[in-house]
T-cell receptor, first 114, second 112 residues
């Protein structure tokens, strides 16, 4: 029943490792996003995909690579994890065709890099 | 000037109080405005959209002043359950570059 679901909820890993976070939405939305919320609680957009095409890339290091196999999925792969990558990562979706586009968020993935 | 700027807070108010949050935005071409609410360790959720003429949803009233590029949220008769971070959200128009930008949020604690 969950509209936007992401896994895992918690991810604890060592520096230098590679990890992935998965996201799926069942709302029929055409656009999906990754947001990062750091320790100061600032929510910042990283990527956006519309109908599987990348439309926003907000100066994120190349170590972060999003992949959208279809409109309902947007995964985030992170290579060579660094301490500064520790944050909560939120997936979100929306319908760009709406006049007042609203975001629906997943419950977040808390990433801790040790 | 930051794209979206909010009252730094935190706000600590007693139950039953009226509290108001302010937000300013830098892009005069912005067309869509929202207030989201985020509970501790949870995802942000839409509280309400903000319309040009102002709008009300129960105890919550949102106002927009385009001339001053300013949005407000008023909460009347605060409840303990209103304790959360309130995020001001504004769109940055521009075709494929369209995005919703979040303010840093204002933390509200309603005390018994």
């Amino acid at each position: 029943d969950t509209a936007v679901s992401q896994t895992p909820k918690y991810l604890v890993t060592q520096m230098g490792n590679d990890k992935s976070i998965k996201c799926e939405q069942n709302l029929g939305h055409d656009t999906m996003y990754w947001y990062k919320q750091d320790s100061k609680k600032f929510l910042k957009i990283m990527f956006s995909y519309n109908n599987k095409e990348l439309i926003i890339n907000e100066t994120v290091p190349n170590r972060f690579s999003p992949k959208s196999p279809d409109k309902a999925h947007l995964n985030l792969h992170i290579n060579s994890l660094e301490l500064g990558d520790s944050a909560v990562y939120f997936c979100a979706s929306s319908n760009r065709r709406e006049v007042n586009e609203k975001l629906f968020f997943g419950s977040g993935t808390q990433l801790s890099v040790l | 000037r930051k794209e979206v700027e909010q009252d730094p807070g935190p706000f600590n108010v007693p139950e039953g109080a009226t509290v108001a949050f302010n937000c300013t935005y830098s892009n005069s071409a912005s067309q869509s405005f929202f207030w989201y609410r985020q509970d501790c360790r949870k995802e942000p959720k839409l509280l309400m959209s903000v319309y040009s003429s102002g709008n009300e949803d129960g105890r919550f009233t949102a106002q927009l002043n385009r001339a001053s590029q300013y949005i407000s949220l008023l909460i009347r008769d605060s409840k303990l359950s209103d304790s959360a971070t309130y995020l001001c959200v504004v769109n940055r128009p521009g075709g494929s570059n369209y995005k919703l930008t979040f303010g840093k949020g204002t933390l509200l604690t309603v005390n018994p």
